[in-house]
């Protein structure tokens, strides 16, 4: 018995050293480990993807790898082209197919490209934008988003579609009366130059320009506040300026101060002509007795 343990000890003692010896042999192959690739190898063959991503690549620079999208490298990895929506979901935008229709690079994808024809994919981020086109409907309601944004985040010049008013008016003008969505809800600020007015308002500018009243010293503004064809009462700022007799016999401030751009300019009455006087008679030719 006593043999049979010693033979057993002898056994596991050798198989001990052994292992050791194995262990600590240099000669023994090593377990085979998968080689970790970093963006920085990624650039030792492909120099565009990172130049763009480093150039434009936006969040796909600041917050993700070339490992992050590219998971595996050929041979070992076949596809490694990700598709979009392995990040981006969640919103109604990621549901949109066709992701490279417009997003042509992935290494750049704020540089967005597409045609004049382009409208349902805007609304699933820009919704303010359709929502005013479809209350104040206009024109514009009618074109397609990207007949105007032909490059993503592009505003364009009124003046690329639009003539100025006048010649004095430039592009930066037209915003100031005018929202690109709601064109025909023309609203303005308390300032506004009446000269803007007069671009299209020639008529009435000129009359008050010309006027003698205190409303010439006055900005157009001032009266139609805010709002386009805004036309204020009188009694707005002059209150009753009349005893009642005489504001029951004449309700209408205009019938006898006139227009308010051209206030008090009565003109006197032409005297009436005098009666045109009659023909004279034709002499009379005497009668010729006969013989």
């Not at 963006?39 to 600041?62: E, F, M, N, R, W």
């Amino acid at each position: 018995m006593k043999t049979v343990k010693y033979v057993v000890s002898l056994a596991a003692g050798l198989l001990l050293l052994a292992s050791a010896a194995f262990a600590a042999d240099p000669a023994a192959p090593a377990a085979k480990q998968t080689p970790q690739l970093t963006s920085a190898d990624c650039v030792k063959c492909h120099a565009k993807p990172p130049a763009d991503v480093d150039a434009k690549g936006k969040a796909h620079k600041t917050k993700v790898t070339c490992q992050d999208c590219h998971q595996g490298h050929p041979p070992t990895v076949k596809k490694i082209i990700p598709l979009c929506g392995q990040c981006h979901e969640g919103k109604p935008h990621f549901k949109l197919g066709g992701c490279l229709g417009c997003h042509r690079n992935p290494h750049t994808p704020k540089e967005i490209v597409f045609g004049r024809d382009v409208t349902e994919p805007c609304l699933t981020c820009h919704n303010p934008q359709i929502a005013q086109l479809k209350q104040f409907p206009s024109k514009h309601s009618k074109l397609n988003c990207s007949f105007c944004h032909d490059v993503h985040g592009k505003i364009p010049q009124c003046t690329q579609c639009h003539k100025p008013h006048s010649a004095e008016q430039n592009a930066g003008d037209c915003k100031k009366c005018h929202k690109a969505h709601q064109p025909k809800n023309v609203a303005y600020a308390g300032d506004t130059p009446s000269k803007q007015c007069g671009a299209c308002h020639s008529k009435a500018l000129n009359l008050l320009t010309a006027s003698k009243a205190k409303h010439k010293s006055l900005l157009c503004v001032t009266c139609h506040q805010e709002k386009h064809k805004m036309v204020p009462k009188c009694q707005d700022c002059h209150g009753v300026p009349h005893a009642a007799g005489i504001m029951s016999k004449f309700p209408k401030c205009g019938d006898c101060h006139g227009i308010a751009h051209d206030l008090n300019n009565w003109k006197a009455a032409a005297p009436a002509a005098a009666p045109a006087a009659a023909p004279a008679a034709a002499p009379k030719t005497p009668a010729h007795k006969k013989k």
